[in-house]
């Protein structure tokens, strides 16, 4: 029941994205199942975070807490906060827990771990901080490995100490491995024999796919059913290529805002994406002219090519916009109405520069001609043989 439990928590499926190939493995403890956890989670311009964790002890009250985390953790993502503030939330979340569930006479989580990290594939760049938890593995595309120096923060639930966050630019076709202790570790053997034996298994075999990583690694260091629970997350990364991204610099000049609107046009025509520019020029200018009515400077707006139409304009104030609902009496206060109404989702995220205003189209559905078969190949053929004005 346990196990059953654990597995309906976990994910069932890899959400779609560009940004990495994904493979996974989760392998329950032999005598009982743990609160091992893993997840892959887009995110906004085309960014993907991912998580591992592990909850203290086994059976029910670990899955059902390990089921609290992830939700938590998908929760405090659609904040789109960075790394170690997220872990900061979480450290929080499990705080309080515990002491409701202290005042209960119940288990507490205090000993969970967690790695977050955000990868994005326009820069390449991968965000990352831990609470606890094992560094992860790196296999550049020369086969060289290694584990990233990631700053060692405290498990969940204890409180005290800030989280830091490590910054790596990674080339395209490095694998990340993130995995959780049951991996290494082991009665028989010490956490450094572990790591020895994950690099030797990491270790010559530069194009592999993340599915064959996944199996090589498990049967290396896993010859038998594991004595704890082990969850494994192997990543691939991948570059969104130059060609469907486009950026301009904004002069804070509202007469700089026709100009966006015919350059973005512009764009659109290029990428065989016309009919969109209506929407996308109103979005735009929305956008455009709130950053220069209440931001600060550099504005600049930056146009993603992605499985959506990504449309950032970034400035450089903190202030968040906020949506209402303009009276009928109002000359203002439609914008960013009109901008929920326009897009298909819609937000903002804060950086150490200011912040990101953003809104996403649906791409149009491409219908593709089928291929045709040999027989209707044939057929064809036979019927211009009969008849030569067919």
């Not at 989670?41 to 998580?51: E, F, T, Y």
């Not at 020029?281 to 504005?299: D, M, V």
């Amino acid at each position: 029941m346990a196990v059953t439990l654990q597995r309906s928590l976990l994910p069932q499926a890899m959400p779609e994205q560009n940004a990495l190939d994904i493979a996974y493995r989760y392998l329950p403890a032999q005598s009982g199942v743990g609160g091992d956890w893993f997840d892959v989670i887009p995110l906004p311009g085309s960014r993907v975070a991912l998580a591992v964790g592990d909850v203290v002890g086994h059976g029910l009250h670990a899955a059902a807490t390990m089921g609290r985390l992830r939700t938590a953790v998908h929760n405090f993502s659609t904040l789109d906060l960075p790394p170690d503030e997220l872990l900061s939330h979480l450290d929080d979340l499990v705080g309080r827990i515990d002491q409701n569930e202290a005042a209960e006479s119940a288990a507490g989580v205090v000993g969970a771990t967690c790695l977050y990290g955000i990868y994005d594939p326009v820069t390449r760049r991968y965000v990352m901080a831990r609470a606890g938890h094992l560094a992860p593995a790196l296999v550049e595309p020369d086969g060289t490995v290694t584990f990233p120096d990631v700053p060692a923060g405290p498990p969940l639930g204890v409180g005290g100490m800030p989280f830091q966050t490590a910054e790596l630019c990674l080339e395209e076709g490095t694998q990340l491995i993130l995995y959780t202790d049951g991996l290494i570790e082991d009665r028989r053997r010490d956490l450094d024999v572990g790591m020895d034996l994950l690099r030797a298994a990491l270790t010559g075999h530069p194009s592999r796919s993340p599915e064959d990583t996944c199996r090589d690694v498990l049967d290396c260091l896993l010859p038998e059913r594991p004595k704890d629970d082990v969850a494994l997350l192997v990543a691939r990364t991948r570059q969104l290529p130059a060609d469907r991204i486009a950026d301009w610099d904004v002069r804070p000049d509202p007469a700089a805002v026709a100009g966006m609107r015919d350059a973005v046009s512009d764009k659109l025509e290029e990428w065989g994406l016309a009919e969109l520019g209506f929407t996308m020029e109103l979005i735009l200018s929305e956008l455009i002219t709130n950053a220069i009515r209440y931001g600060a400077e550099p504005i600049h707006v930056r146009l993603i090519r992605d499985r959506m139409l990504i449309c950032e304009v970034s400035d450089g104030s903190s202030t968040s916009p906020h949506l209402r609902y303009a009276a009928t009496t109002d000359e203002g206060g439609r914008g960013l109405f009109l901008v929920s109404q326009m897009a298909e989702r819609w937000g903002t995220r804060y950086t150490p520069q200011g912040k990101v205003i953003w809104a996403e189209q649906a791409l149009p559905e491409v219908v593709e001609q089928p291929v045709p078969t040999p027989a209707a190949v044939d057929a064809f053929r036979s019927r211009e043989t009969a008849d030569p004005k067919a």
